[in-house]
């Protein structure tokens, strides 16, 4: 039992440094202006995503 909760420690670890490391990553490009407008990318995800949901509702 011991060496799961170990493996799942580790894991969590590794993954919340690669999470930490992203975030880092966002605030610099937000810091230098590159950022996108929400709007925008949820309009792209919209137009990604529809053919998808036609496809799925035939």
Not at 18 to 38: H, M, N, W
């Amino acid at each position: 039992m011991n060496v799961l909760f170990d493996e799942w420690e580790h894991l969590y670890k590794g993954r919340f440094k690669e999470l930490q490391q992203k975030i880092q990553v966002g605030i610099e490009s937000a810091e230098r202006g590159e950022v996108l407008d929400a709007k925008d990318v949820f309009e792209r995800l919209r137009e990604k995503l529809k053919p998808k949901r036609t496809q799925a509702s035939q």
